[in-house]
Nanobody, 123 residues
Framework: QVQLVESGGGLGQAGGSLRLSCVAS????????MGWFRQAPGKEREFVAA???????YYADSVEGRFTISRDSAKNTVYLQMNSLKPADTAVYYC?????????????????WGQGTQVTVQS
C-alpha cells in the first residue's frame, strides 16, 4: 500500500506560479502512473495531470501548456509545476496512484489518495 503526502499549496496570484509535491512511501514507486486531481467547493474531483511509468505525461485541456507534471524517482516524489495561475485553478489538489495500465482521467482508476493541499489563486 502506497501512502501519499502532498505539500506546496498556498495562496498564489493570478499569473503567478506554485509548485506542488507528492511524496510516496510504504511501497516501491512503481505504479502504472501517478496523477494529480483537484476539487473545488461544490464540484466533482477532476483530473489535472498524470505521468506514466515511462515518464510520458498527459494533461487536462484546462491546464495544458500551463502545468507540468514530473517525477524524481530517487526521492519517490511527483511534482506539479503550475504557471500562469488563474482564479479557476483554486481547489484542493490531490495526488493519487494510477491502478490501470491504460490512459485514464477517471478518479475511479486511481487510488491511495493523499490528504490534499489547498491552492487559492487571487485575481
Amino acid at each position: 500500500q502506497v501512502q501519499l503526502v502532498e505539500s506546496g499549496g498556498g495562496l498564489g496570484q493570478a499569473g503567478g506560479s506554485l509548485r506542488l509535491s507528492c511524496v510516496a512511501s510504504g511501497s516501491t514507486f512503481s505504479s502504472y502512473a501517478m496523477g494529480w486531481f483537484r476539487q473545488a467547493p461544490g464540484k466533482e474531483r477532476e483530473f489535472v495531470a498524470a505521468i506514466r511509468r515511462s515518464d510520458s505525461t498527459y494533461y487536462a485541456d484546462s491546464v495544458e501548456g500551463r502545468f507540468t507534471i514530473s517525477r524524481d524517482s530517487a526521492k519517490n516524489t511527483v511534482y506539479l509545476q503550475m504557471n500562469s495561475l488563474k482564479p479557476a485553478d483554486t481547489a484542493v489538489y490531490y495526488c493519487a496512484e494510477g491502478r490501470v495500465v491504460f490512459t485514464s482521467r477517471q478518479a475511479a482508476d486511481f487510488g491511495s489518495w493523499g490528504q490534499g493541499t489547498q491552492v487559492t489563486v487571487q485575481s
